[in-house]
C-alpha cells in the first residue's frame, strides 16, 4: 500500500526529473560532440554555454539522486526535489536573462526557440516541484503520509 501511495505521490516528479536529467546529457553531448557554436553567434556568446554545462550536469546528478532517494521511500529525497526546484529556476531565469539581454536577436530563430524551451521548462517545472512539495507538507500534516513517517 505505501508503494503505491508513493507512486501516485510522486511519480510525475521523478519522471520529469530522470527526463530532464537525461536530456540534459544528452543536450550537452550534442552540443559539445556535434554542434559546437554556429556561425550566426557574437564571440562573446561562446563564454555563456561554455560556463553552463557544470551545473546543468550538477543539477542532472542532483535529480537522478533525488528521483533514487524518493523511489527507496527516503525523506532527504524531497529536501532534494527542493533543491533541484530552485536549481532549476534559478538556471532558468539566467538563461532567459542572458539570452534577453545577450543577443537572441542576433542568433537564429531555431537557436531562440530551443533555448526559450529549455528555459520555460526549467522554470515550469521548478515551480511545479516547490508547490507539490508545499502541497504534500500540507497533506502530511491531517493524512501523515508514508514518506514523513520515516
Known amino acids: 500500500m505505501n508503494e503505491i501511495k508513493l507512486a501516485q505521490k510522486y511519480k510525475i516528479i521523478v519522471f520529469i526529473e530522470l527526463f530532464s536529467a537525461a536530456a540534459i546529457v544528452v543536450y550537452w553531448a550534442g552540443y559539445y560532440g556535434f554542434s559546437r557554436l554556429s556561425n550566426q553567434s557574437p564571440a562573446f556568446y561562446a563564454a555563456f554555454p561554455n560556463a553552463i554545462p557544470f ?28 533543491l533541484n526546484a530552485t536549481i532549476m529556476i534559478t538556471l532558468g531565469i539566467i538563461g532567459a536573462d542572458f539570452s534577453l539581454d545577450g543577443g537572441i536577436r542576433l542568433i537564429s530563430m531555431v537557436s531562440m526557440l530551443r533555448k526559450g524551451f529549455v528555459n520555460l521548462w526549467c522554470i515550469v517545472f521548478g515551480l511545479y516541484f516547490l508547490l507539490k512539495i ?17
Open 55 to 82: 551545473p546543468d550536469l550538477f543539477l542532472a546528478v542532483l535529480m537522478v539522486f533525488s528521483g533514487w532517494q524518493i523511489l527507496e521511500k527516503r525523506k532527504i529525497g524531497k529536501v532534494f526535489i527542493v
Open 134 to 150: 508545499r502541497e504534500k507538507a500540507k497533506e502530511s500534516k491531517t493524512e501523515n503520509p508514508d514518506l514523513d513517517s520515516q
